[in-house]
């Protein structure tokens, strides 16, 4: 029986972090801060909102605003007016971003992979199951204060 949960997460993340990091490091991105997320999110939907994006990568509007001037300066996204809404302003990749973005979702997409490796649909699906309840516990006893 598993002792301590929150070391299994801690070596995930670890693991997560010294694959992850040095390709977005490698592509001008700043890790831990979501960049990653958004540009995935874009690669598979462009045209989003900035609140649907903070919605799609679970980000606060306030750090979804500094990322989205960030990848703007880097050149990576472009905003533009909604024509569905004059107060609305879509993001879209620019050339570059969607280069960037092609190379991060093709490492979610190896990590995802990696991650499922030997493990069976129903074992994946059970774990599914666990780890949504485990996110529904932690999610019920955030102040609402604190959520976003």
Do not use: W
């Amino acid at each position: 029986m598993i002792k301590n949960l929150r070391e299994l997460f801690t070596r995930e993340e670890r693991a997560r972090k010294q694959m992850v990091g040095p390709v977005l490091i490698a592509n001008g991105l700043t890790p831990g801060q979501g960049q990653a997320k958004i540009l995935n999110n874009l690669f598979e939907e462009e045209g989003l909102t900035q609140k649907e994006l903070s919605l799609r990568c679970h980000i606060d509007t306030t750090t979804m605003s500094r990322n989205i001037d960030k990848l703007e300066n880097l050149g990576l996204l472009s905003r533009r007016m909604n024509p569905e809404s004059r107060r609305a302003v879509s993001i879209y990749l620019t050339e570059m971003g969607k280069d960037k973005a092609r190379i991060i979702h093709e490492m979610f997409t190896r990590f995802e992979a990696i991650l499922k490796k030997d493990i069976s649909a129903e074992e994946l699906e059970i774990f599914e199951r666990v780890l949504m309840k485990m996110c529904d516990n932690l999610e019920e006893e955030i102040p609402k204060e604190n959520q976003f």
